[in-house]
């Protein structure tokens, strides 16, 4: 059972930075991504990277300001945020999938963090 914990979370005036980290006690999965939920809304998938080639998706609405990253060796995904918006207050969301089949995908996630809020003031 892979465990993923989040942090680096907190609060933000628009056009700030935060950077978010997840690490994973283990690195099964092929697949490792960053979910946000804001209040009342459905939960979207916002970036994604591949473990092995490191390749990464982007949603449109972060794509330009977000980036995201793995240490493997620290098994450690990152997600570096710039021109904070505050559409962008949400509970980020760690998740990642032992046999994601393809990029972007919102099925096939086998684990999840707890989350960590992301709140932009403007």
């Known amino acids: 059972q892979v465990q993923l914990v989040e942090s680096g979370g907190g609060l933000v005036q628009a056009g700030g930075s935060l950077r978010l980290s997840c690490v994973a006690s283990e690195r099964s999965f092929n697949v490792i991504s960053w979910f946000r939920q804001a209040p009342g809304k459905e939960r979207e998938l916002g970036a994604a990277?591949?473990?092995?080639?490191?390749?990464?998706w982007y949603a449109d609405s972060v794509k330009g300001r977000f980036t995201i990253s793995r240490d493997v060796a620290k098994s450690t995904m990152f997600l570096q945020m710039n021109r904070l918006k505050p559409e962008d207050t949400a509970v980020y969301y760690c998740?990642?999938?032992?046999?994601?089949?393809?990029?972007?995908?919102?099925?096939?996630?086998?684990?999840w963090g707890q989350g960590t809020q992301v709140t932009v003031s403007s």
């Open positions: 998740a990642a999938g032992r046999a994601v089949k393809r990029v972007p995908s919102t099925e096939g996630y086998d684990y």
């Open positions: 990277i591949t473990w092995s080639a490191g390749s990464t």
